[in-house]
T-cell receptor, first 111, second 115 residues
């Protein structure tokens, strides 16, 4: 059974600081997705990582994938309040987009 | 881009009644759609895979007689929560893969409250 873990589960950080969210998964896969969820809303796609060594950046967020270590990271640079949300990683084990989601990291960026 | 529309966005129903949630792919055909459930402050859990023209595939622990899924056309899947109870209150989200596209498309979600 595939397990997806995220670390940390809760993150409170000050504006302007950097931090990394980690996503570990237990079975070989080279498809890893990152999503953002605001309270009461559905998922917003952030990154789709499709191969070992993939790195993608959008604004203050950068995601990477190491399939050998079964690890993906979401790095936040110079955080701003608007980034406050819950971030999920999701593994596409069977390449059919029936995802196994991590538990989520609830990020709060304080002024 | 591809859009998946889910309706209703919110519904409140009485215990014992049934509620139908629709998930539509607006500009592409989806032979497969997925239904997820998310309890407050928790992650999303896959409930079932909806297959056009055939029976849905349910994940372990999900009651197929309680959560009826119908995928009668290539653009519409419905989830009916039958004989709803307060413990069924949750956020239900559908998604649909688009052929040839690695991005996943999620509906807006349905907040179900059973009173």
């Amino acid at each position: 059974e595939l397990k997806v873990e995220q670390n940390p589960l809760f993150l409170s950080m000050q504006e302007g600081k950097n931090y990394t969210i980690y996503c570990n998964y237990s079975t070989t896969s080279d498809r890893l997705y990152w999503y953002r969820q605001d309270p009461g809303k559905s998922l917003e796609s952030l990154f789709v990582l499709l191969s070992n060594g993939a790195v993608k950046q959008e604004g203050r967020l950068m995601a990477s994938l190491d399939t050998k270590a079964r690890l993906s990271t979401l790095h936040i640079t110079a955080a701003v309040h608007d980034l406050s949300a819950t971030y999920f990683c999701a593994v596409d084990l069977l390449y059919g987009q029936n995802f196994v989601f991590g538990p989520g990291t609830r990020l709060s960026v304080l002024p | 881009g591809a859009v998946v529309s889910q309706h209703p966005s919110r519904v409140i129903c009485k215990s014992g009644t049934s509620v139908k949630i629709e998930c539509r792919s607006l500009d592409f055909q989806a032979t497969t759609m997925f239904w997820y459930r998310q309890f407050p402050k928790q992650s999303l859990m896959l409930m079932a895979t909806s297959n056009e023209g055939s029976k849905a595939t349910y994940e372990q622990g999900v009651e197929k007689d309680k959560f009826l899924i119908n995928h009668a056309s290539l653009t519409l899947s419905t989830l009916t929560v039958t004989s709803a109870h307060p413990e069924d209150s949750s956020f239900y989200i559908c998604s649909a893969p688009k052929a040839g596209n690695t991005e996943a498309f999620f509906g807006q979600g349905t907040r179900l409250t059973v009173v």
